[in-house]
C-alpha cells in the first residue's frame, strides 16, 4: 500500500514534516565518556544570532524515566555516563545557528573511572556506572546487582546430570559487534504545544503509544495531554521504540513557543543512539556420541551501555535464544544485561536473536565436525517437534522447523557442502517469536464502498498494516485499492502495542477480523431489511451481499445506513491469548514466552579467497516457516532485507570504540553492505499455520536477522576449516586466522 | 472546550494554516451579470514571475455538480450567470503575485438580457438564467419551472373556505435584503496531493463529508480519494456549509504539484458567497373578530441567485415557517426559489426563519392592532399547543411555546407597551427545528483515564462539541477536562451529517451515549473480573468503578484492557427517528417535517427617535425552550450571538445591488452591527425535555436569529405607528415613512 510514495518520492517522513514558523533544534552532547559535570554555560551561546533557546537539565523536571529501570534523564544533570550523552539543546532559525550555539557552549567536567565493557564492568571493584542504581524504580521481577541491571534465567532439569549423561561436553566463546539499524531516515520529530497545554509531536517512532507515556514522565503531564503522529517512518528496525528526538523537540518547542523540529546526524547516530548490544557469549553443551543434546549451560552478557533501556527484556529473550529450537532436557541459561560508559545499545530486529544465534549454531557445527556428524543430522536430531516443550514448558505447534532445514539444505545442495577447494557450504537454524501485546482497531465503509481502518500501528516499511489491510478486505470481501489507512497518532487512534516483534499484521489483523465480524452483523441486517431478503438467505462476496437473487453493494448499504443509521463503524479488539509456561522455571524474565512462534533456516553457498580472507557469496537460501503466506513478495522482501543487514552484522558491520568513543562515527567508516555486497536471496516460504494469527500467519518480519552470522561462520569453517567466534567475519579477520593456522 | 485557544489567539483555524512549499491562489471572477463568454486569455498571466498555473474551464473535467439540482461548474464554459462567477484561478509563490496575474488575464464577453429580481425572473418572457434548466440532474420531488428551481408547497383543509369563515381577511407583502453570516474568518482551504491520488484539503467548511462528496464530483474521483480535515472554524453560520474555495485549491495543486492555498477576500465574501436570501413574502390571513385564525395563503420567493444551492431546500422550510407556530385549520403555503443572475445565496442560521417570521409575526400585530386585540393574547389565542398537528401533521410534543411568550412578555413589562412617546414594545414568536441526520462516532478510554471522542462533527464555536462531550462524560462519570475531541476528518472519523441545523450537540451527543452504553457493558464486566465483584454489585461514577468497598479507576481499567484485551473502545451511532407526517399535505418539501422543534418569544423595549428615525434598544429578551440546558453559559452566548446577528438584519445590514452589481462590497460600507450597536441580551431558558435529544436538549444555535425582524419591526410599530414591511429597518426608512405619515 506504501509502494507508490516511496517508489516517487513523495512519501511523507518525519524527517520532511515541517510547520510553518518551525524552529531548528540541536543537542549538545558530551565528549568525555564519564565525568562528573562541574558547570554548563549558555550564555554566549543563548545571545548568539537565531538562537531562540538553550535549554539544559536545570530548565527541565528532574525526573528518571525508563521502561524497565528509571535510570536516565534528559540531560546529564551532575554525571556523564558516556561519550555522546545530551548535555543542553539549542533552538535556532536555522539548523546552521542551532549548530553554531552549540559550540559556544561552554561545559567543565572533570573525568571519572570508566567501564568500558562488560569484563571490565563485572570485574571486583569495578566503578558503578550508576551508584544509585538500588534506588531506581524498576520492574520488580528484574534480578539488579551493581552494574547487572537484569539477569534473566532459564532452569530445566539438572545441567550437572545431563552433562555427567553426556559423552563429550564443549565449551565456547563467542563474542558479537554493536552494529546499527541502519535506517535510510535518521531520527526526527518536530513538537508545537497548543493554548490547552496539550503539546502534539510528529515523530517516526516505531511506538507512538510508548512515547507518549515516555513524554508525559519527561513533561510531567498527564499522557492524554501528549499527542503523538507518526507522519511516516524511514525504517526503524528497533532502533524508534525508544524515546530518541521528541523530548528535546517538546522542550524547546514549550520554551520557545514555537514548533521546533530536531533531526539526528548521522554522527549522532552512530554514538547516541539505540544500535544493537554488543554480546559475550559462553555456551557449554553436553553430547552423546550418537549427537544426543543432553545440557546446556549458557550466559550471554549484553553492553547495555549507560542506560538499562530495552536491556533487562532482552537479556529475557536471550535466554530462550540460546536453548535453540532443540529438545535438551537439562538448561541452565542466563541473560544478562551490564551497564558500561557506552550508550545505551537497544533493540534492534530479533533483538537478541543474531548474538545468541551465532553462539549457539556455530558451536552446532563444532559439534558435528568434533563428532564427525553431519550439521544437517545433528540438528535433524535435536530440534523440536510438534506438540513438545520448549524450555519454559509452553507447548510448541505449528512446529515447521524439520521441513525449513530439510528445505533449506536441498535448495543449497547440501549433500555435496565442499565443492571445492576454499568453498563451502553452512546452514543454522532458529526460531522467533511472534509478539503480544493488544492492538484495538476502528473500521468504517465508506458511503463508495470503501473502507477506512484506524489503527495505534505505524507502518514502518514492512508492509504490516498492508497485512492488516489485507486481512480486512479479504474478511469483508473487498478489495485490497478499496481499503484507506489511518495510523499512528494517540488521539484518533485506539491503543496499539505498537509496530514492533514482527506483530503488526497478525494482531491489528486480528483485531480487525473482531471489527468484521461485528460489521456483517450490521450489514447483513441491513441488508436483510433493505432488500428483503431473510439473513440466513444473505451472503457477503466481493463488496456486496447478494442473496434470493437480489444485491446491495456495500456503498448503497453504507449511504442507506449514513442516511438512516448513524453511518456502518465498527471496533475490533485482539489480545495474543498469554502462552501458558512453567513460572518455576524463569527468573527475570520481562517476555517468559514465545508467542506463535516462527521456525526458519539458512543456507549459504560460498567461496573464502585463501589470500586476502575475502568472502565471496555465492547462494543463500533462507526456509522461514511464515504460518501462511498473506503476501508473498512483501515476506520475500523482509526476508531479503533482514539477510542483507545479517550479512552487514555477519560481515563488515561494526561500531568501533576506543576509550569510550567511537572510532568510525560516518557511512563511510561505518560499512553497511551495499547493493553491490548483497547477494540474491533465495526465499521458501513454509506454511505450517498457527493457531492464532490470521489465516494462520505468524511474524515474519525479524526472523531472517537471525540466522545470517551462523550460517557465514559456518559455511566459511566448512570452506577453510578455520572457526571465527567473533563478529563481524571480515576479511582481514579470516585472513589472519589463516595465517595464524599455517603457522 | 474551545475558548482557551480562541482567547488566547492559540487557536487554529484554517486561515491560519499552512504547508511547507505552499502557493497562494486566487480566483478571477466576472465583473458582468450576464453574459455570453467569448474568450479567456491567459497567457500573459502565466507568464508573469511567480506564477505556477493558470487554469480556466478548459483545464477542468466538464461537470455539473450542486445538491438539489446539478447546475453548477467550477468556471464559467461559455456563459456568465452573476457578476462575481468564476472564470479562472491562479497559483502563485505569493498572494500578490498571484493577484497580479489575475488582471493580466483577458476576458472577452458579451452582454445578455439579465434578470436582476424576482418580479423580473418570473414576468412572462423573461429570460432563463439556465436555458437548459430542464436537462439538469435533480432531486425528483423538487417543482421546477424555467426560473422556478423548485416550489414546495403545503396544504391543508380548504383555505378559501377558511377565507369564507373568517370575519376579517389581512394580506400582506414584506420584503427582506441579503444579508451576509459575517463570519470572522473568510473561507479558505489549502490543498495537497499524495503519490496514491489522493488530495487531503484542509479547509473551515461546516460539512466536511459534503465537501468531500462534491469535490469527488468535480475531481471525478471516488470520494475516499478526497480527505478534508477541519483544522478550525472561525464562523460558519450556514455560509460554509457548500463548496467555497476548496475546489480551486485542489485543482490548483493539481496542476502544479504543490500544496495550494485559497482563501477569500471580503469582496469576494460580499459578491460571490452564499448570503442569506433575499426574500418576498406575501401573507394573507384569514381571522375571526374575536382573533381566531381561520385560513391563511401564503406565498414566499426566493431569490436564489445563479445557481440552487440550497435554495429548493430553504424554500421547503419556509412553507414551516409560513404557518407560524399556530394552529390554523386552512392551509395554502408556498416557497419559491427563483433563478436571478445575483450570486448563489444560500444558508444562513435558521435559513428562511427571519424572512418568514418578518411577513408572519409583522402581521400578527397587523391583524391585532385591526382587531383592537393584545398582540400577545391574539397570539396566546392561537398557538399550537402540546399533543397537537403542526402543519404537516405532524404530533408535536415537549411545547414550551406559552410559558416562552409569557415570561418573555412579563420579562420586558408587556403590561405598558408604550410607557413614553416614540417608545414601545414589541413581541414576536417562532418554532424551529432541530435538523436530523447521522452521527457516528468512536470513543476509547485512554489510560490515565481520559477519553478520546472521535467525531466528524467540526467545531463551528457554537460549543456543541463541548455538548456532546458533556454528554459523553455525564454517562461516563468523567469530568469534562478528561474528554478530547478529535474532530472532522472525513478519513479518520466516522461520517456526521454535519454542523448545521441546530443538530450537532444533540445528534453527535445521542451518539456517544450509544457508544457509552458498550463502553459500560465492557468495564462493568473487566472490573468485576478484577475485583472479584458480581457486575451487578458494581457502579460507575466519578471515574471509577465501586462496589462491595471495592474500587478501579477507569485509568487502570483501561491499562489492564491494553494490556490483556486490546483496550476500551467502542462505537456508537444515531439518526433522528423519521418525524411522520402526512404525505398527501406536502410536494416539493427536501425537509418535510420539523424534528424536535423548539420554541421561542423575544421581546423588545425601544425608543424611536421622531426626527432622524433613529432606533435606541432599551431591552431585548429572549425566552427559548431549549428542552433541557446541558450548558447554559453556552446557550447564552448562543443567543446573544443570534440576536445580534439578527439585529444586523432587522436594523442594518443589506447587500446592495445595482444592475446585478453589489455597491457595498466591503466591511465599511456593509453595515454589521459593533460591539456599540448590541443591547444587553436578557436570555430566559425554558425547559420542556424533548423525547429524543438527550437529557431531552433541543437544538439551540439558530432560533435565536428568528424574531429580531419580527419583534423590532412590532416594537417601532408600537413605538410610532408607522409598520416598516422591508428590511433592513432603517432610521432613514422609519424617518422617511414618519415624515411620509405626517403629510
Chains 1, 2 share one sequence.
Not at 563511510?668 to 540474491?680: E, H, Q, S
Not at 516460504?685 to 505468524?698: E, N
Amino acid at each position: 500500500m506504501d509502494a507508490p510514495g516511496k517508489v516517487t518520492g513523495t512519501a511523507l517522513y518525519a524527517a520532511d514534516f515541517a510547520l510553518p514558523g518551525m524552529l531548528y533544534g540541536k543537542v549538545l552532547r558530551s565528549s568525555e565518556p564519564h565525568a562528573r559535570l562541574v558547570r554548563i554555560d549558555a550564555g554566549r551561546a543563548a545571545r548568539l544570532p537565531g538562537v531562540r533557546a538553550v535549554i539544559t537539565a536545570a530548565d527541565v523536571p528532574d525526573v528518571r524515566y525508563g521502561g524497565s529501570v528509571k535510570d536516565e534523564r534528559v540531560f546529564a544533570r551532575d554525571r556523564i555516563r558516556f561519550a555522546g550523552q545530551p548535555l543542553a539543546a539549542v533552538a535556532a532559525t536555522s539548523p546552521d545557528a542551532a549548530a553554531a550555539a552549540l559550540t559556544a557552549i561552554e561545559v567543565v567536567c572533570e573525568p571519572l573511572r570508566p567501564v568500558f565493557d562488560v569484563a571490565a564492568a563485572l570485574a571486583p571493584g569495578a566503578p558503578l556506572v550508576h551508584d544509585a542504581w538500588a534506588s531506581y524504580t524498576a520492574l520488580p521481577i528484574l534480578h539488579r546487582d551493581g552494574n547487572v541491571c537484569n539477569r534473566a534465567r532459564i532452569v530445566v532439569g539438572d545441567v550437572e546430570r545431563g552433562f555427567v549423561e553426556a559423552d563429550r561436553v564443549f565449551e565456547n566463546r563467542f563474542t558479537t559487534s554493536s552494529v546499527h539499524q541502519g535506517y535510510t531516515e535518521p531520527r526526527a520529530a518536530v513538537a508545537q504545544w497548543d493554548s490547552s497545554g496539550q503539546v502534539t509531536v510528529w515523530s517516526n517512532t516505531q511506538l507512538p503509544f510508548e512515547i507518549q507515556t515516555t513524554l508525559a514522565e519527561i513533561l510531567q503531564l498527564p499522557p492524554s495531554k501528549v499527542r503523538v503522529i507518526v507522519p511516516g517512518i524511514g525504517g526503524g528496525f528497533g532502533g524508534k521504540l525508544r524515546i530518541g528526538v521528541e523530548h528535546f523537540a517538546a522542550l524547546l518547542a514549550m520554551k520557545t513557543g514555537r514548533p521546533v523540529k530536531v533531526m539526528t546526524t548521522s554522527e549522532e547516530e552512530l554514538t547516541a543512539a539505540y544500535a544493537r548490544q554488543p554480546a559475550t557469549v559462553a555456551v557449554k553443551t553436553g553430547v552423546t556420541n550418537d549427537g544426543r543434546l543432553t545440557a546446556r549451560e549458557a550466559r550471554l552478557w549484553f553492553d547495555t551501555g549507560a542506560f538499562a533501556g530495552s536491556g533487562p527484556g532482552v537479556a529475557s529473550v536471550a535466554t530462550l535464544m540460546l536453548a535453540g529450537p532443540y529438545r535438551i532436557p537439562n538448561l541452565l541459561l542466563e541473560g544478562f544485561a551490564v551497564y558500561t560508559n557506552k550508550t545505551n545499545f537497544g533493540s534492534f530486529r530479533a533483538p537478541s536473536g543474531p548474538q545468541a544465534n551465532f553462539a549457539v549454531e556455530s558451536q552446532m557445527d563444532i559439534i558435528a565436525d568434533a563428532l564427525g556428524l553431519d550439521p544437517l543430522e545433528l540438528r535433524l536430531k535435536n530440534i523440536v517437534r510438534e506438540g513438545e516443550e520448549g524450555p519454559t514448558g509452553q507447548v510448541l505447534t505449528a512446529v515447521g522447523l524439520e521441513e525449513c532445514l530439510r528445505r533449506a539444505a536441498d535448495a543449497i545442495g547440501w549433500r555435496d557442502r565442499r565443492p571445492e577447494v576454499g568453498r563451502g557450504k553452512g546452514i543454522a537454524c532458529g526460531w522467533w517469536t511472534t509478539t503480544g501485546g493488544s492492538s484495538g482497531v476502528y473500521v468504517k465503509v465508506n458511503p463508495d464502498g470503501t473502507v477506512a481502518l484506524n489503527t495505534g500501528a505505524a507502518e514502518i516499511g514492512t508492509a504490516a498494516l498492508t497485512g492488516a489491510a489485507q486481512v480486512l478486505a479479504e474478511d469483508l470481501g473487498v478489495q485490497m485499492a478499496d481499503i484507506n489507512v489511518v495510523s499512528a497518532d494517540t488521539l484518533s487512534t485506539p491503543f496499539d502495542f505498537g509496530a514492533q516483534g514482527s506483530r503488526t499484521a497478525f494482531a491489528v489483523g486480528n483485531a480487525c477480523r473482531a471489527a468484521v465480524a461485528d460489521l456483517k452483523r450490521q450489514i447483513l441486517a441491513l441488508a436483510s431489511k433493505h432488500l428483503g431478503v431473510e439473513e440466513s438467505a444473505l451472503a457477503l462476496r466481493e463488496g456486496s451481499v447478494v442473496g434470493a437473487g437480489k444485491r446491495a453493494t456495500l456503498g448503497e448499504l453504507a449511504r442507506i445506513s449514513q442516511a438512516s443509521g448513524g453511518g456502518l463503524i465498527a471496533h475490533g479488539t485482539f489480545v495474543a491469548p498469554p502462552t501458558p509456561y512453567d513460572t518455576k522455571r524463569v527468573e527475570g524474565h520481562v517476555y517468559p514466552a514465545f508467542h506463535s512462534p516462527s521456525f526458519h533456516a539458512h543456507a549459504t553457498d560460498l567461496s573464502v579467497d585463501a589470500e586476502t580472507g575475502e568472502i565471496t557469496i555465492h547462494r543463500y537460501v533462507v526456509a522461514q516457516d511464515v504460518g501462511f503466506a498473506m503476501n508473498p513478495a512483501a515476506i520475500e522482501g523482509q526476508i531479503e532485507g533482514g539477510v542483507a543487514q545479517g550479512l552487514g552484522q555477519a560481515l563488515s558491520e561494526e561500531i568501533v570504540y576506543e576509550n569510550g568513543r567511537v572510532l568510525n562515527a560516518n557511512l563511510t567508516d561505518y560499512k553497511m553492505p551495499t547493493a553491490r555486497d548483497v547477494p540474491r536471496v533465495e526465499s521458501i516460504l513454509v506454511q505450517h499455520p498457527s493457531l492464532v494469527g490470521p489465516f494462520g500467519a505468524k511474524g515474519v518480519g525479524e526472523p531472517p536477522n537471525i540466522e545470517p552470522p551462523a550460517a557465514i561462520a559456518n559455511a566459511v569453517a566448512s570452506a577453510t576449516g578455520v572457526r571465527i567466534t567473533s563478529l563481524p567475519i571480515t576479511a582481514e579477520k579470516v585472513a589472519l586466522a589463516l595465517r595464524e593456522r599455517a603457522k
